[in-house]
């Protein structure tokens, strides 16, 4: 939901600022999927007037609809704050008092109304409470914010492995949700790398006035082969056949990799792809129960063999 309001919104902005740019520039200004920006056009098509007049001709709003903002920094907004005090306003044309107000007033305004609309889309996002915590608070708000804004969060984080809570500076990256729960990744101060962070172990969020860069991070790269959200370090190829009634039901899962898949005569799919996490990969498919098979590796279906025989004697 969040991504998807923030690609919006870069949308908005490259139409804007070329009108007539095609698809595929929009892609590239956006660093998206081609097929990710002709559905962001449908939906943007429901709330902004956005038209298409033809193959060739790219994407414009009609009419007098704009979208303006100052998107000021809080560095550039200080300096332009300072502006009365560097120049000789009495050399300046009439009106510059008046214009150089208004453009204040809109600066603190639009701040205002982001902070609103951070504060209702952290609303509208449901997050579930770890089970043995009755009352868990919500960072999504401070976190969110501090993305947008490019600024460095001071966080108490606890490491569930370790069972330790360490106070930690983080840049956050993105937010990412897998499996009902929310992710941060961002580079970490304390470990000098870039880490992932599970949401629910927040103790404590605090934003800075510290701006970071991404430089060229890139979040495609960094969880390429990663199936859920655990990165290993060795890649795995699987083979898997899902039976007819189930192979429908693959057809559509929305994944995070890439996989090959070859349809059999008797209705039933052949699923390969590579990962770096095989419990992840394994957790996924043993919820199709027999309706999955594990073809390749073949050390996986040894393994799965002793650990069903292990289960068998426990329930038999």
């Not at 052949?270 to 073809?295: C, D, H, K, S």
Request: a positive charge; proline letters at 4%.
């Amino acid at each position: 939901m969040i991504e998807k309001v923030i690609r919006l919104l870069n949308i908005i902005q490259a139409i804007q600022a070329n009108p007539g740019i095609s698809a595929s520039d929009i892609a590239f200004k956006c660093d998206i999927h081609l097929r990710t920006v002709y559905r962001d056009l449908d939906t943007l098509s429901l709330i902004a007037p956005v038209t298409n007049d033809g193959r060739g001709t790219g994407y414009r709003f009609m009419g007098k609809f704009f979208l303006y903002p100052l998107n000021f920094t809080e560095q550039e907004a200080l300096v332009f704050s300072l502006l009365p005090s560097v120049v000789d306003t009495s050399k300046l044309p009439p009106g510059f008092d008046q214009a150089y107000h208004k453009v204040m007033a809109t600066h603190f305004k639009e701040k205002a109304h982001h902070k609103d609309i951070i504060q209702n889309i952290a609303e509208i996002i449901q997050m579930g409470t770890p089970a043995y915590r009755q009352k868990h608070p919500n960072f999504l708000q401070p976190i969110i914010q501090a993305i947008l804004e490019h600024k460095t969060i001071r966080t108490v984080y606890h490491t569930q492995s370790r069972n330790e809570t360490t106070e930690r500076q983080i840049n956050p990256y993105y937010l990412v949700p897998r499996e009902q729960r929310f992710y941060m990744i961002g580079f970490c101060h304390l470990k000098q790398e870039i880490r992932t962070f599970r949401m629910s172990r927040f103790q404590a969020v605090e934003q800075t006035e510290l701006s970071f860069d991404k430089g060229d991070f890139n979040i495609k790269h960094y969880l390429k082969n990663t199936w859920s959200i655990e990165r290993g370090d060795r890649n795995i190829t699987f083979k898997v056949k899902f039976n007819a009634e189930v192979a429908r039901y693959i057809r559509e899962e929305e994944l995070f990799v890439h996989p090959r898949m070859r349809d059999q005569k008797d209705g039933s799919l052949i699923f390969e792809v590579t990962v770096n996490n095989e419990r992840e990969f394994l957790n996924w498919v043993m919820q199709y129960g027999p309706a999955a098979e594990i073809l390749e590796p073949k050390a996986v279906r040894e393994k799965l063999k002793q650990q069903l025989h292990q289960w068998v004697g426990m329930y038999g």
